[in-house]
């Protein structure tokens, strides 16, 4: 069915441009490994795997098998004082590809449900173990943690907070940003400048006390801000400082995990290992929605505590480890264990590279960043305003390039497959340096 206007109406979209897009309708109506198919016929190259989801490509047989089978088998079950095996099996997979140390998983349905699972987890540790005053939470400038109220207060993209300003947490303070185009613009891989932001984060602890802190989150690699990747050496000082004064540091890894900076998880990339991992998206490869939250076993043990008969944690989700999502994240394991997806992420990132910084010596380019199989173009504005120009681009890509590209604020975004083939990511970057050449 051809829509028109008036069957598109109801649907209030998520962080779009409703009337923009109903004027205009980009849909898509199927798709197959690394391509959608539009409504109009066209076979689009998704150039985004998803929204960094669908890393392995859509519809991936194997995936597809094993949800159609879950379904016909167990379809749902209630999670709340019953179990059912897959839930378990997974826990004990994603325990096992986790850095060591990181043993428990607790289940839920998106990556903004892992966010506020993870701060309400820091919480209920420190008050087990007798330090409740620690309760203060801390973000960064330009993180993002989903949309749910714990997330948008300990984040630090301005629009997803102003009009929410009033619901916000109390008790949370913001790192600063690590974004320096001054001095960092066109890195390769991680930039050299900016370690020393992590110092701000003794500062916040001489101003509060430690006593009072219960947990740093940070996305090891900003994503949705515009993929900014960490400076050389910060997020060890990170962990350092949080070390040193007894404050769990929380790993956003819903962009991060499973293959997407070229290993199971970016602490695994860098070397660094946090309190807890969140993760959502690559879980099941974006096919049926499903987050968890991976915690050391010190914060499992001292929270699952007093008379065996009583709950020990008052949280989770009607959802938390459903059936068909279980299915679909053990087959997309085994997947990526079978194809060695995150290496054969690794050995693409010097293609990716190299093609992504061809647009660098673009007029309307003014930095490109890049790290694993992330990577962001920086666009001069228009003159139509903040971020017409990259939606623009956003739009040319998708009607005249056959090709999905994400665009946020004067970024576009790049998140190729983690099975992608060389050429499909040079050609990528040609056809978007004709719709640059031609936006306003
Ligand atoms: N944490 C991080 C680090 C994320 O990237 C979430 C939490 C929230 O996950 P859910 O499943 O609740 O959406 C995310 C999601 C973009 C973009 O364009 C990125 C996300 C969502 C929407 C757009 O980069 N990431
Ligand atoms: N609202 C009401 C009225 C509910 O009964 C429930 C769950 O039982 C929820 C919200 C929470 O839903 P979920 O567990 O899917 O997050």
């Not at 109506?29 to 998803?50: K, L, N, P, T």
């Not at 900076?261 to 602490?267: M, P, R």
């Amino acid at each position: 069915m051809q829509s028109d206007n008036s069957t598109l109406d109801s649907y209030w979209m998520p962080f779009t441009a409703n009337r923009d897009f109903k004027a205009a309708p980009r849909l898509v109506v199927a798709a197959d490994g690394h391509y959608y198919r539009s409504e109009d016929g066209r076979q689009i190259y998704d150039a985004f795997s998803g929204l960094w989801t669908s890393g392995l490509g859509h519809c991936h047989p194997h995936i597809a098998d094993a949800v159609r089978a879950q379904v016909a088998e167990l379809d749902y079950a209630i999670s709340f004082q019953v179990g059912h095996p897959k839930a378990f099996e997974l826990a004990h997979r994603l325990a096992d590809l986790a850095p060591d140390g990181i043993d428990h998983v607790f289940f839920c349905n998106s990556g903004s449900e892992a966010a506020d699972t993870s701060l309400k987890l820091a919480l209920a540790y420190h008050r087990a173990k007798g330090e409740a005053s620690r309760t203060r939470l801390i973000g960064r400038e330009r993180g993002y943690h989903g949309v749910n109220l714990g997330g948008i207060s300990v984040g630090g993209i301005v629009p997803n907070r102003k009009a929410f300003s009033g619901a916000l947490l109390p008790g949370v303070d913001h790192l600063p940003h690590t974004f320096d185009l001054g001095r960092n613009a066109f890195s390769r891989g991680l930039p050299k400048h900016g370690a020393h932001l992590a110092d701000e984060l003794e500062r916040l602890c001489a101003l509060h006390d430690p006593s009072n802190i219960a947990a740093v989150i940070v996305e090891p690699v900003a994503g949705s801000a515009g993929v900014l990747p960490p400076p050389e050496g910060y997020l060890q000082r990170l962990r350092d400082i949080c070390t040193r004064h007894g404050i769990l540091l929380i790993f956003d890894e819903v962009i991060t995990g499973f293959g997407r900076v070229g290993a199971a998880f970016a602490a695994e990339r860098f070397g660094v290992t946090p309190d807890i991992i969140n993760v959502a998206k690559g879980l099941t490869n974006g096919v049926i929605p499903m987050g968890a939250v991976l915690v050391r076993a010190e914060i499992y043990d001292a929270i699952v505590q007093g008379p065996p008969h009583l709950i020990e944690l008052f949280h989770g989700y009607t959802y938390s480890g459903h059936p068909v999502a279980a299915a679909a994240g053990l087959a997309a394991l085994d997947v990526y264990e079978e194809d060695g997806s995150f290496a054969q992420a690794r050995v693409l990132e010097p293609v990716f590279e190299e093609a992504i910084h061809s647009l660098a010596d673009h007029p309307k380019v003014i930095d490109v960043r890049n790290i694993g199989l992330m990577g962001a173009v920086e666009l001069s504005p228009g003159p139509d305003g903040p971020g017409a120009r990259a939606l623009e681009a956003h739009k040319l890509c998708f009607w005249e390039e056959d090709l999905m590209v994400r665009n946020g604020g004067e970024t576009l975004q790049f998140s190729p497959f983690l099975n992608s083939k060389p050429e499909d990511i040079q050609r990528t970057f040609t056809s978007v340096r004709r719709a640059l050449d031609r936006v306003q």
